[in-house]
């Protein structure tokens, strides 16, 4: 089945750096990759999401890559905000499947002012 | 839309009682996920059904939890009868084409 790996656990930035979270995925018939944030006591919030037809998605400060050759996704946040602070959590899925979701383990930002 | 609804928000229940968590999905969406989060565990999967059946159980972690779903705007999870290691935040979520949107969740605290 599918295996998520996220790194890293843990990033701390300065505020107004940018930072980037790197997932990896296992099955390549898998062609759906989410992004969701959850900040803490609250539910995962889906950000941006991405379709294997698809090499590049923006979304303001937020955008995400997928290189289907080497089956990795990552998530970039420019100009980062206290607010950005949250984990999150990047997922691969074979949508017409109807599989489930396969999260990775999750990564916590703190962006510091 | 109301997004998906989960009743109720916070459940406090001692040990041996029986707890039924709801959830009401946005409607259209095909796909049901129930799913439980702990600082220890992160992140479960329990169960997940695709229009109304049942797919993927293996994640119920044992036979005192069961699922269902009668119809297609109401699923249950239920926990009988209740443990202290139940205590976690329940999490329902729904999805159309795989786009998945989660439920506010049900934060339960067996005693």
């Known amino acids: 089945g599918e295996n998520v790996e996220q790194h890293p656990s843990t990033l701390s930035v300065q505020e107004g750096d940018s930072a980037v979270i790197k997932c990896t995925y296992s099955d390549s018939a898998s062609n759906y990759f989410p992004w969701y944030k959850q900040e803490l006591g609250k539910r995962p919030q889906l950000i941006i999401d991405i379709r294997s037809n698809v090499g590049e998605k923006k979304d303001q400060r937020i955008a995400v890559t997928l290189n289907k050759t080497a089956k990795h996704f990552s998530l970039h946040i420019t100009e980062t905000q206290p607010e950005d602070s949250a984990v999150y959590f990047c997922a691969a899925s074979i949508t017409q499947a109807g599989t489930a979701l396969i999260f990775g383990k999750g990564t916590t930002l703190s962006v510091s002012s | 839309d109301a997004g998906v609804i989960q009743s109720p928000r916070h459940e406090v229940t001692e040990m041996g009682q029986e707890v039924t968590l709801r959830c009401k999905p946005i409607s259209g969406h095909n796909s049901l996920f129930w799913y439980r989060q702990t600082m220890m565990r992160g992140l479960e999967l329990l169960i997940y059904?695709?229009?109304?059946?049942?797919?993927?159980d293996s994640g119920m972690p044992e036979d005192r939890f069961s699922a269902k779903m009668p119809n297609a705007s109401f699923s249950t999870l239920k926990i009988q009868p209740s443990e202290p290691r139940d205590s976690a935040v329940y999490f329902c979520?729904?999805?159309?084409?795989?786009?998945?949107?989660f439920g506010p969740g049900t934060r339960l605290t067996v005693l």
């Open positions: 059904f695709n229009n109304n059946v049942p797919i993927d």
């Open positions: 979520a729904s999805s159309f084409q795989g786009r998945q949107f």
